[in-house]
């Protein structure tokens, strides 16, 4: 059994069914990545997951629970967190604030000031604006605070849409070595990303949504010599892939588990620098 388990999902806005009805798990352990171009409803799927938009029809499962009809709050204490699109830090508020409301509806202060506390090790830059407002940071400070947040959530599952989003390559390079750190710690993660080489590189399986949709699903190794997938997401043909296929991560032979891949994700450009003529 996965730990989550998506069956059939459907769910849109008005008279606009943005999600035609998809399956998807993520196993304990696992890096799941959804790739897709703007608009295929990639978020829609997170947003249906965490039931911020009820479900037209299928199932959600948490662990074997079907929590399809449990709100948001409820599927939250169960550990499905999302890092939102956009980060969403309320700039007026502190760094510690918008730690803080992470935890909410914990009660266990104690441990909670140990992990906030070990999250501050891990961000030493938020550690050294802890008190300063949210405004403040920088956009990957920003990201690692709406990470820092969802962390204290306490997850069994980590969502996140788009986290590289509007980040230099450096910074991406250290966001993707987070997540990297934070799945070997553990920690399931189901991963929203337009760089795609980047998330094919830490994914154990990754699906290509369109039209709401999964047309394309595998594993890296699968879908890097799919043309589809290449043509469309890679930047360009066969040309690209075969002066890159040597130092590709998609070529290496950890695929299948990310392992040796990620160190190759975490020290590669953005995909602009790498292909092209
Ligand atoms: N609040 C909304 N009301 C109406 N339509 C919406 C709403 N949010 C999204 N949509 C539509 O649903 C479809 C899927 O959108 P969604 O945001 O899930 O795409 P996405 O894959 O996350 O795109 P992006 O990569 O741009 O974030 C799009 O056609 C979009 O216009
Ligand atoms: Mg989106």
Known sequence: MALLEIEQLAAGYGRHDALKGVSLTVGEGEVVAVLGANGAGKSTL?????GLLPARS???LLGGDDVTCIGTA???ARGIVLVPEGRRIVMGLSVEENLLMGAW???????????????????????????????????GEQQMLAIGRGLLAKPRLLMLDEPSLGLSPRLVGELF????????????????????RKALAIARRAYVMELGRFVLEGSPDELAVDDRLRDAYLGGGGSAMATHGSESALAGAGAHTGQ????????NGPPGERSGP
């Open 46 to 50: 997170l947003k249906a997951v965490l």
């Open 58 to 60: 299928g199932r959600v």
């Open 74 to 76: 409820g599927r939250v």
């Open 105 to 139: 509806g914990r009660r266990d202060r104690g441990a909670l000031r140990a992990e906030i506390d070990a999250i501050y090790q891990r961000f030493p830059n938020l550690a050294e604006r802890r008190r300063m407002r949210g405004s403040v940071l920088s956009g």
């Open 177 to 196: 070595r987070l997540l990297v750190d934070l799945n070997r710690e553990g920690l399931p993660i189901l991963l929203v990303e337009q760089n795609t």
């Open 260 to 267: 040796g891949l990620a160190a190759q994700a975490l020290t």
